[in-house]
């Protein structure tokens, strides 16, 4: 019916057979397994995070940085939300069904390759920004249970041979995203939609991979990042509310 959902779409609690024979698979686990420890990482004594958005319980942070004169600040946020799993919100995350719908950079987005049930790559190009040039990715997905009631999914850009770089009109960018989850609920009880809490910590490094005024970009990034995790984070809470729980 429409309101039970294919639990056999929701992230595995295990690694998928199909990627660890995938030749992706020794980059996948490595960079997923760092990316997940990192986020969980605190930001609060450390030199150098810059707290630049504050909202309820979001906490946004970066850190200035250029490479060959382009920025690439690395950005961390922190948030908590009430009523979702740390597996839903991962499921939001990862499934292309869902992108147009919270992601609003997104010009076109296609599935480029298929590797299993927890991994897929992607070829998404982004909306212009002037007055830099048109930008695109290339970048595997993948969502796994790390620990108990803790769920995350990577993404990390890498090559096909298909999709070769800085041919058309966009200029390729690199970007390393991890969104990790953990739910917790009072101890003793059941969890519930009505006593769960799930702390977020969300990562990205995005390395422009051409000319793009420092200035615009970190304008852009300043509004665009909030108003993605706030979108996002509401997106999932809607379509949870009347659906049974998936923890
Ligand atoms: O993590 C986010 N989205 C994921 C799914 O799309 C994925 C995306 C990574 C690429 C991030 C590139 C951002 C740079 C976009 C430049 C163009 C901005 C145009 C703005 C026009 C309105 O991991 C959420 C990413 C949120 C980015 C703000």
């Known amino acids: 019916s429409v309101h039970t959902r294919d639990q056999v779409e929701l992230p595995p609690p295990a690694i998928d057979n199909r990627l660890t024979v995938h030749p992706l698979w020794p980059e996948i686990d490595r960079i997923s397994t760092e990316q997940i420890q990192a986020a969980f990482e605190g930001v609060g004594g450390e030199i150098g995070w810059q707290l630049f958005a504050e909202e309820g319980d979001m906490r946004m942070y970066r850190r200035e940085m250029e490479v060959d004169g382009m920025v690439t ?3 961390k946020a922190m948030h908590k939300v009430r009523g979702v799993t740390a597996r839903e919100m991962c499921h939001y995350f990862f499934n292309p069904r869902y992108r147009y719908e919270w992601e609003t950079t997104l010009e076109t987005m296609t599935i ?8 897929l790559v992607f070829h998404q190009t982004f909306k212009r920004i002037w007055p830099a040039s048109q930008r695109d990715a290339l970048f595997w997905s993948h969502v796994r249970q790390s620990t108990d009631n803790t769920y995350a999914v990577t993404n990390h850009s890498t090559t096909n041979v298909e999709y070769p770089a800085n041919t058309s009109a966009c200029i390729r960018l690199f970007v390393t ?3 990790a989850c953990r739910s917790s609920w009072p101890a003793g009880a059941a969890p ?12 990205s490094t995005v390395n422009p991979g051409g ?11 300043k509004r ?17 509310r009347d659906k049974p729980i998936a923890i």
Not at 112 to 119: G, K, L, Q, R, T
Not at 224 to 236: G, H, I
Request: charged share 20%; glycine share 2%.
């Open 73 to 75: 600040d690395p950005l």
């Open 177 to 179: 995203v991890c969104l």
């Open 224 to 240: 665009e990042y909030p108003k993605f995790l706030k979108r996002f984070t509401n997106y999932v809470v809607e379509q949870c």
């Open 211 to 221: 000319w793009a005024p420092a200035g615009v970009l970190r304008a852009v990034y």
């Open 192 to 203: 519930t939609r009505d006593n769960i809490t799930t702390s977020i910590a969300y990562c």
């Open 112 to 119: 480029v390759e298929e590797i299993s049930s927890d991994a």
